[in-house]
T-cell receptor
């Protein structure tokens, strides 16, 4: 069955430091992959997506992610974190082409940024 | 393009009451999704529409839950005989089949007291 794992529940970084949030997925074929960000009490905003092609994708707010098929990973990175990046980040996979068109989300990583 | 709109943003209801939420997707989007999110968890899939057809329902969607999308435009999610366990954020998303990414609304926060 398809699944998404975000192994880090909480991450704390200092402002200006680099960031990497981990995401691993389970799916038999090459999936569509996404990262979303959610501020408290708000909906989800799409940061970036991977469909095919270049495995390093750029997103909004200075984020990027790299798809590694051999590791079934899609880690999110940012070279220099800003205080406004504090939020919850969700990795997602889907929609699938066989049997289901839903998106599956990880449990999220809550990012705290220290001044 | 005003994005996905959900109403109300917040709803407090007494246990046993019925509630209905509305979602207005991005106008040209033919796919519409409902998700539920509880504190500290990722969104969990509830149901999916392509145009007006409800094509998939999660086992999470008990018989107290019903969703409709008349004429393939807005959608409603109704919960009958609410229970405290129904307290959650209910998220709606829409997408174009050919593009793949889903755009989410701000959600409806339900509190059952």
């Amino acid at each position: 069955a398809q699944s998404v794992t975000q192994p880090d529940i909480h991450i704390t970084v200092s402002e200006g430091a680099s960031l990497e949030l981990r995401c691993n997925y389970s799916y038999g074929a090459t999936p569509y992959l996404f990262w979303y960000v959610q501020s408290p009490g708000q909906g989800l905003q799409l940061l970036l997506k991977y469909f095919s092609g270049d495995t390093l994708v750029q997103g909004i707010k200075g984020f990027e992610a790299e798809f590694k098929r051999s590791q079934s990973s899609f880690n999110l990175r940012k070279p220099s974190v800003h205080w406004s990046d504090a939020a919850e980040y969700f990795c997602a996979v889907g929609p699938f082409t066989s049997g289901t068109y839903k998106y599956i989300f990880g449990t999220g990583t809550r990012l705290k940024v220290l001044a | 393009d005003t994005g996905v709109s959900q109403n109300p943003r917040h709803k407090i209801t007494k246990r046993g009451q019925n509630v209905t939420f509305r979602c207005d997707p991005i106008s040209e989007h033919n796919r519409l999704y409902w998700y539920r999110q509880t504190l500290g968890q990722g969104p969990e899939f509830l149901t999916y529409f392509q145009n007006e057809a409800q094509l998939e329902k999660s086992r999470l969607l008990s018989d107290r839950f019903s969703a409709e999308r008349p004429k393939g435009s807005f959608s409603t999610l109704e919960i009958q005989r609410t229970e405290q366990g129904d307290s959650a954020m209910y998220l709606c998303a829409s997408s174009l089949a050919r593009q793949g990414e889903a755009f989410f609304g701000q959600g409806t926060r339900l509190t059952v007291v």
